[in-house]
């Protein structure tokens, strides 16, 4: 069930009236929220319900034994249990299929043969997200941010809750569980903020989404030897702006629905693309799985505490990580270590700048200004640029697919068959929003949240229509659900 | 799994005498937000009822065969025909015409469109020019 489809708007009008109607009844209503976050799931496959069910049982059960346990050695030994379960289950279904055909490729490599166990396995929907989300718990239980929940209900809730539960925001446990603790509340603020971030999502993935990857995206890379210079540079700039549109597009409308439900869930992007550095970049792009790999996985390997050398290290592990957790190929793997090398060498090059010429601490003059503003201008160029180049491995199926884009800059020769001026145009508008001021969503939500039911009906019906005139014919499955 | 059903037993006996002063406030502000935002949707299902019941048809469609499935299929098609035939479908053809035309543009039909408006906008200036001057002369 994609949440731009009808099926999808009936399920969420039946869930939002009945689940405000049991509101006077909590234990009920959050009961209900999670049956429909169970038939949210099995909507897909009814049988990976058992799965996301054993997966939550396993975080559960850790929770209430690190709870009942005091003695350090046995409390690391449980999350330790907790975390490589949840981190199998994932590894079994996600890069089962990868690890084998990987091997059997080195093998022939190196002369030998052999028959490998190969099975068709099938990726759950949204598996690195609810195992992420269980870990997430369990950690925060070990290290007493959150305490240990007693409620089953209440965990399931939290890994199942439909609007984030197949391709995120990674919801923290110590953000939501609190939440379940509290009668939910519908203010004029919620409903501000749930209808603009829903219609800008629907709008960002149902217009400029759609639009660009079937019109521009597809096409380029399904050959990229077939076109020229300016279609694959295009190309590329509508994947970066097809991908956020796509992915953004998705958080927004959960965050939305989240908010008519009465939960809070935080922000996911924030205009990434005006980033000045890699560093800047991953503070504004996913930022609930950049900020889990920080807490998670970057501290607990020692972050920056430990000498630059340890730092660089960590930082690569990190990214070099989190690429493998997108998916099960080797265009990804690439991706997270070009990322961990490109952040460690910018680390790397601001401490050389700050030690050769130190940043002025008295206020400069007019030129300081301009060249402050010159930098920063050339900051987001050059990022843009790293993260596009990125991109072309997270988009290509195979290295030599990446290697064909890459190639193909040198024909600035051929005409473009793609470049449309509505391609450029949707291009053009979607970067234009990313340097609008950053509380412009609020600002709209203030207007929002005091309007008349009427006028509100009028609004989200108006504009639930427009989209639908202007996008394209049926709906494409969101990017991150593959991973 | 207990205290599930303690805080249940909880909620469902003793617990409007236990609301505080603000759990009320907080309680009758959500009433009339729900409220509102039902009337909103329902306002919302009305409107793409009948000014995209051609977005109502293409859903149905997609419906595994079986009697009932054909009757909803039947049902929308004709509500599609009675929404086309009194008008209401246009708006969202004029759009998607529109958008078709921007699809299929050319950078030289962008440049004679360009040079059209600024033409128009030469003449419109030369217009208001004369205008003001017979008024003045």
Partial sequence: MLFPTIEFGIFFLVVFAAGWAARGTPEIRKLFLLGASYFFYGWWDWRFLALLFVSTLINYLAGLALARSARPGLRKFIVGVAVVAGLSILGFFKYYGFFLTSLSVLLE????????????VILPVGISFFTFQGISYVVDVYRG??????????????????????????????????????????????????????????????????YLATELVDPVFFDPAAVGALDLLVGVYGYA????????????????????????????????????????????????LSTWLRDY???PLGGNRHGEAKTYRNLFLTMFLGGIWHGAAWTFVFWGAFHGTMLAVERYARRQIEFFAPAETAPGGIMSALGNAAQHLVGIVWTFHLVCFAWIFFRADSFATAGSYLAGFARWGEASQYVTPFMAGLIVIAMFFQ??????GRWLARGVQHLPSPVLGLLLGGCIWLIWAIAPEGVAPFIYFQF | MLDLLHNMERDLGGRPDELNEAERIDAAATRRAVGRVLRALALVVALLFVFSSEQLVTWVNGFEVGPVQDRVVAASAAWNVLMADTGLTVPAEAVRAEVNELRGMSWPEVRARLENEKARG????????????????
């Fill in chain 1, 297 to 299: 996985l970057y501290v």
């Fill in chain 1, 145 to 210: 941010h959150v305490p240990a929940e007693r409620s089953l209900p209440n965990v399931m809730l939290y890994i199942s809750f439909f609007p984030q539960l197949v391709a995120g925001p990674i919801v923290r446990a110590a953000d939501f569980l609190p939440q379940l603790h509290r009668p939910a509340n519908l203010t004029r603020a919620h409903v501000g903020v749930g209808v603009v971030l829903i219609l800008s999502g629907l709008l960002k993935k149902m217009v400029v989404a759609n």
């Fill in chain 1, 435 to 440: 340097f609008t001021p950053r509380h412009l």
């Fill in chain 2, 122 to 137: 030469r003449e419109g200036a030369r217009l208001l020019r004369g205008a003001l001057f017979e008024e003045q002369g």
């Fill in chain 1, 109 to 120: 490599t190196a002369g030998l043969t052999r028959d490998l166990p190969f099975m068709q």
């Fill in chain 1, 241 to 288: 702006i097809q991908i956020y549109c796509d992915f953004s597009g998705y958080s927004d409308i959960a965050i939305g629905v989240a908010a008519l439900l009465g939960y809070r869930f935080l922000e996911n992007f924030d205009q990434p693309y005006r980033a000045s550095s890699l560093q800047d970049f991953w503070r504004r792009w996913h930022i609930s």
